[in-house]
């Protein structure tokens, strides 16, 4: 069983939720990724979502964005956030990585080449904003046979169609992004989710996560109530981007530690009548 299916597996045995952080990789400096890897999941991150950094990154807001432009500037590439991996695995066996990004970076690295590294460096799923599920058949295959997860986007305006695809092709856990437009929007409709989450359920059998929008301990409450995960991105970038680089790894723990705590009310709480 992979880490991802494994964490999800002992999350529900536990009746808890996974917390899944968002970070670009060599932001603010590549010094930072790997202790900042621990140091989100010494706050109670479940799963890391590390982000391959891109020139263009057409999904994310601005925050993700100077967050992108920081670590280029430091010149850090795809090679060097698989070595982070790598280097993460030292000392956690457990927590899973999953790279998000853009299709550009593997395609220029070699699409087999990509995933062989991957492989070796303990990267346990995919999250490519730009694989279409209409064009990611091979690159599923592929990741399959070196056992990681292909995981892919879902939207309100997704199709039925479109969603019985990615339902089809989905590994580990499916995304489900919660507002229209970028990373970093605000106003999530809790009610809205929770139908559309329904739905999705119809066609598949895999946790689902819910991002964009969860900016606070309160909202991530709300999202474990109906979800299977919940992921922030934008607003723990926020905490980077702040912070004092003395202060960065407790920043980013005590951050972590308020939402999961807030997550976990969510299951303690007595219904009101």
């Known amino acids: 069983m992979s880490r991802i299916a494994t964490t999800f597996r002992n999350l529900q045995e536990q009746g808890k939720q996974a917390l899944i952080p968002f970070f670009t990789a060599g932001d603010p400096n590549p010094a930072s ?5 621990h140091a989100l999941v010494a706050g109670g991150a479940d799963v890391i979502e590390l982000g391959v950094p891109f020139s263009d990154p057409m999904a994310d807001g601005p925050v993700i964005q100077r967050s992108s432009e920081r670590a280029l500037k430091f010149g850090v590439s795809l090679s060097d956030v698989l070595g982070y991996v790598g280097e993460f695995r030292k000392t956690d066996a457990a927590t899973p990585v999953v790279l998000m ?30 694989y279409p599920p209409e064009e990611a058949e091979a690159i599923v295959r592929l990741l399959d046979s070196r056992e990681i997860d292909t995981i892919f986007l879902l939207s309100p305006t997704t199709t039925e169609a479109r969603l019985a695809q990615v339902a089809a092709l989905g590994r580990g856990y499916l995304y489900y992004v919660s507002l229209k437009g970028v990373t970093g929007a605000a106003n999530i409709d809790l009610a809205d989710v929770a139908s559309r989450l329904a739905r999705i359920r119809a066609h598949t059998a895999l946790p689902l996560g819910v991002g964009f929008g969860i900016r606070d301990p309160q909202t991530a409450r709300a999202i474990a109530g109906v979800a299977d995960a919940v992921v922030i991105g934008s607003r723990l970038v926020q905490e980077i981007e702040s912070s004092r680089p003395e202060a960065l790894n407790a920043r980013v723990t005590a951050f972590m530690r308020g939402v999961r705590e807030a997550m976990d009310e969510s299951r303690t709480e007595a219904p009101t009548t």
């Open 101 to 130: 990004g853009y299709a550009n970076p593997i395609e220029a690295m070699g699409v087999e080449r990509f995933a062989d590294t991957a492989r070796a460096a303990g990267v346990d799923g995919v999250l490519v904003v730009d």
């Open 33 to 37: 990724v790997v202790p900042l890897m």
